[in-house]
């Protein structure tokens, strides 16, 4: 019997250790996170902002989007696991009602997939493979930034106003060769695709706490 409690516990305590540093409050999740690493997320369907944290952290808050919804958010479930310099962070439950906020380092290659929704993407210096089915996806960009930019919309309209680009209708999109590091390959099947250029207070790819 004395093995066997000694084995659960060194289990828990591997368990922990893999999946990071964390804290967690109502409606909130906080980890360590280093600069310069990948962030995947698969998140399910609702009204997202994903930007840059200020400093190495992964940071998760959630809220109702009206006062009838409250009593939803406590069957949001987020979970987040950590390995090396790779995160996986997932949403299920009730997320179509509360809008979430994700805070990642500012430089960290996002990969992204989510059903519907609404999704902005602020202040994030690295790479990017973002898919959506269907809502509306923003995402600020800095031209000097990317190698190759690739944005596709199956039904609605695509804007890139950094890049001179502007397609409205269906089975738009455009393929971009730059001189920077990154590359950023957005799609959406049914809504409206932004790239924005980066707002003058999020040039420095910090966000206040």
Do not use: C
């Amino acid at each position: 019997m004395t093995r066997l409690l000694f084995g659960f516990a060194l289990g828990l305590s591997l368990n922990t250790l893999f999946a990071g540093q964390g804290t967690s409050s109502e409606n909130a999740q906080e980890y360590s996170f280093s600069q310069g690493g990948a962030v995947r997320l698969q998140l399910s369907s609702g009204d997202y902002t994903i930007r840059a944290a200020s400093g190495d952290r992964l940071v998760v808050r959630w809220q109702a989007e009206a006062p009838e919804f409250q009593s939803d958010m406590k069957k949001i479930r987020v979970q987040t696991d950590i390995s090396g310099q790779v995160a996986t962070i997932r949403t299920g439950g009730p997320t179509k009602h509360a809008r979430i906020t994700i805070d990642v380092p500012a430089r960290s290659d996002l990969h992204l997939r989510v059903r519907a929704g609404d999704v902005r993407i602020s202040g994030i210096e690295g790479n990017k493979d973002i898919h959506m089915t269907a809502g509306d996806l923003k995402i600020d960009m800095a031209p000097t930034s990317y190698s190759y930019v690739h944005a596709s919309v199956t039904i609605g309209d695509l804007r890139a106003s950094p890049l001179g680009i502007s397609k409205d209708g269906i089975r738009n999109s455009f393929d971009w060769n730059g001189t920077g590091k990154y590359t950023l390959d957005a799609s959406l099947f049914a809504g409206d695709l932004t790239l924005a250029r980066i707002p003058s207070i999020n040039r420095s790819y910090r966000q206040s706490p």
